[in-house]
């Protein structure tokens, strides 16, 4: 059996980040990408686990190099995906990425024969307005514009290998694992 990359997009408020901790409860062989950032450790955070902590000047080198799968700048820091440390794992495990579309679409062209994109849609905006609302977290503006977003990462679902979508995380886990055991099984 091969490993994969799987990469995992949607938007926010879908329940991405809840699959993906069901996932590595429940499969073993599969371990969650690390990002790089410039950004400095918020407390109880450690390099390696929740980042790779780097200086702006050794990200910039590494665009260069074309180490990253994908990466962005957000509020003066960048974020991005380490293609090597990608590599290394694939070599003993399955990769789990959770990024947006154009991230996604990138690793897909770096990385073809081992990236399956998941698209994770919610049961229907409205679902999704009201979770997003519930939150608390946004101004009615920034809801708004995330919902915007959120259409436009909808019509790109096409361009994905799978779309769920998720009423129930466990159950949209046990899809996940069932797509991740095919995947593997494939022959490329």
Not at 111 to 127: F, H, K
Request: glycine fraction near 6%.
């Amino acid at each position: 059996m091969r490993n994969i990359l799987l990469v995992l997009s949607g938007p926010s408020g879908v329940g991405k980040g809840t699959i993906v901790n069901y996932l590595l409860e429940e499969d073993n062989t599969l371990v969650k990408s690390v990002s790089c950032t410039t950004r400095a450790p918020r407390e109880g955070e450690l390099n390696g686990r929740e980042y790779f902590f780097i200086s702006e000047r050794e990200f910039r080198s590494r665009i260069e190099e074309n180490d990253f799968l994908e990466y962005d700048e957000h509020f003066g820091n960048f974020y991005g995906t380490p293609r090597s440390f990608v590599e290394r794992q694939l070599k003993e495990h399955s990769v789990i990425l959770e990024i947006d579309v154009v991230g996604a679409l990138n690793a897909k062209r770096l990385m073809p024969g081992e990236t399956v994109l998941v698209m994770i849609a919610p049961p229907s905006m409205e679902e999704l307005e009201k979770r997003l609302a519930g939150r608390g977290s946004e101004s009615d503006a920034e809801r708004e514009d995330r919902l915007r977003r959120v259409r436009y990462e909808l019509e790109q679902s096409d361009l994905y290998d799978y779309v769920l979508v998720n009423e129930d995380s466990r159950e949209t886990k046990s899809k996940i694992l069932e797509i991740i055991r095919r995947e593997k099984e494939k022959k490329i």
